[in-house]
């Protein structure tokens, strides 16, 4: 079998890294792509069988710039991970329009350029898109309006690519993200919004950037070959649970 080639946007760190490491544990190839470029040099430089491409996904001339590095080096595109995103979270009076567009261009735009861009060596090797959203997507929240849209229009574009791409045999999916353990949410969190989170998740704790890599890297195998179209929540059960989930837990002490 031919090596396979993924690229993944935002792979400088978080999940973007973590899902760079489990495709290389399974022998597949990976262009890391990413606008920091400095932390991307850093998060590249010992990890053999990757190459590390600068670029702003919200730039129509970067992307295609962009997928045109990964061909002439790789000859072919087996898997994109549209992983690259922004988040500010500002009350609704605060969210000026300069805000708006710098998260849709990022979150939004940078999907559909990127999966645009690569389609023609998707088609050939009939490969996988996985879109990484949000459980903001699912779940509407405070301090979140363009963040929580932006992420709700990747899934319903996963389920438009997946539709218009199917009849090439390239599968579409996205994956939400939980709370996830991460250096930059530990620092915009308190200790308190933390155990809220945990007390509304029935598994009590937050993903692993492991956790998501996870599933992304399944929905890219063979062993996903049936799949498209599909949003699978990786969030610990938060999306399925209702109201007073604490209290309940509490109760059901009284039972055991």
Not at 92 to 105: A, G, N, P, Q, V
Not at 174 to 186: D, F, I, Q, Y
Not at 240 to 254: E, T, V
Request: with cysteine.
């Amino acid at each position: 079998m031919s090596i396979r080639i993924a690229i993944v946007t935002g792979a400088a760190r978080g999940i973007g890294l973590a899902t760079t490491k489990l495709f290389l544990e399974n022998d597949w190839r990976v262009a890391m792509v990413d606008r920091d470029e400095p932390e991307l040099q850093v998060a590249s430089e010992n990890l053999p069988g990757t190459i590390s491409i600068h670029c702003d996904v919200s730039v129509p001339e970067m992307v295609q710039e962009m997928v045109s590095t990964v061909l002439a080096t790789f000859g072919r595109i087996d898997a994109l991970i549209n992983n690259a995103g922004v988040a500010v979270f500002e009350p609704l009076e605060k969210t000026d329009f300069d805000i708006w567009r710098t998260i849709m261009s990022t979150n939004l735009d940078g999907v559909f350029l990127c999966t645009q861009a690569t389609i023609p060596a998707l088609k050939e090797s009939q490969g996988a898109i996985v879109n990484i959203a949000s459980i903001s997507a699912l779940r509407a929240s405070t301090l979140r309006v363009a963040y929580g849209t932006s992420k709700a229009a990747v899934v319903h574009l996963t389920k438009q690519l997946a539709i218009e791409l199917g009849d090439y045999g390239v599968r579409v999916n996205c994956v939400s993200p939980g709370p996830v353990k991460t250096r930059l949410a530990e620092a915009v969190h308190s200790p308190e919004i933390i155990k809220a989170y945990y007390d509304g998740i029935p598994l009590n704790r937050s993903a692993t950037e492991q956790d998501i890599a996870e599933a992304v890297v399944f929905l890219c195998s063979t062993k996903a070959s049936y799949i498209t179209g599909q949003m699978l929540a990786v969030d610990g059960g938060f999306d399925a649970s209702g109201i007073g989930l604490p209290a309940l837990r509490a109760s059901r002490a009284r039972f055991t």
